[in-house]
Structures are given as structure tokens and as C-alpha cells.
Nanobody, 121 residues
Framework: QVHLMESGGGLVHPGGSLRLSCAASGTIFTINTMAWYRQAPGEERELVAAKPGRGTTTYADSVKGRFTITRDNAKKTMDLQMNILRSADTDVYYC???????????????WGQGTQVTVSS
């Protein structure tokens, strides 16, 4: 089993910054992708940023140039630096991880509990 713990959410004024962190623990094989999603009440969960083990880092258009995702494979952690925050960024942010034992095995996917980010004056 894999456990994901998010931290760093909170209240910030428009134009401010926050840094979210996610730490993975448990029995973890090869991590394929770690990502951040966000969800507002009554809406679909949407991808904010994804960092695969190989390949291109992906950002939602709405956060490009403002958010930066980083990941430390050795520590099994992931951060999301969020700058120039807007009221539209207010959401619950979720950490996501997928891993597999080897390329021919099933892919296992996990979610964190979520951390609230509120951007308000």
C-alpha cells in the first residue's frame, strides 16, 4: 500500500505564492508519474501539472508560467511552487502517483487526501 501526504495549502492573497509538497511512503516500485490535480466542489478533478519519470512535464494552460512542479525520486517527494496566484486557483489540490513493479505489470494509482488552497483578498 502507498500513502501520499500533502502539505502546504492555506490562505493567500491574490498575487501571492504557496508551495505544496507531497511525500509518498509505503511499498513503492518504479514511479511512473507524479502529478497534482485540483477540484472545486461540484466540478471534475482537473490536471494541474504532471511530471513523468520519462517524457515531458505537462501543465494546464491556466497555470503555465506561474506554477512549477518538481520531484525528487530518491526521497519520493514532489512539490508544486505556485506563484502569482489568482482567485480562480482556489481549489482542493490532490497529489497523484502511479507506479508499477516492472513495465509488464499492472499500473497502480494512488491519491492523497487533498489540501485546500484559498486565494482571496
Amino acid at each position: 500500500q502507498v500513502h501520499l501526504m500533502e502539505s502546504g495549502g492555506g490562505l493567500v492573497h491574490p498575487g501571492g505564492s504557496l508551495r505544496l509538497s507531497c511525500a509518498a511512503s509505503g511499498t513503492i516500485f518504479t514511479i511512473n508519474t507524479m502529478a497534482w490535480y485540483r477540484q472545486a466542489p461540484g466540478e471534475e478533478r482537473e490536471l494541474v501539472a504532471a511530471k513523468p519519470g520519462r517524457g515531458t512535464t505537462t501543465y494546464a494552460d491556466s497555470v503555465k508560467g506561474r506554477f512549477t512542479i518538481t520531484r525528487d525520486n530518491a526521497k519520493k517527494t514532489m512539490d508544486l511552487q505556485m506563484n502569482i496566484l489568482r482567485s480562480a486557483d482556489t481549489d482542493v489540490y490532490y497529489c497523484y502517483l502511479e507506479h508499477q513493479r516492472n513495465p509488464s505489470d499492472a499500473i497502480y494509482r494512488y491519491w492523497g487526501q487533498g489540501t485546500q488552497v484559498t486565494v482571496s483578498s
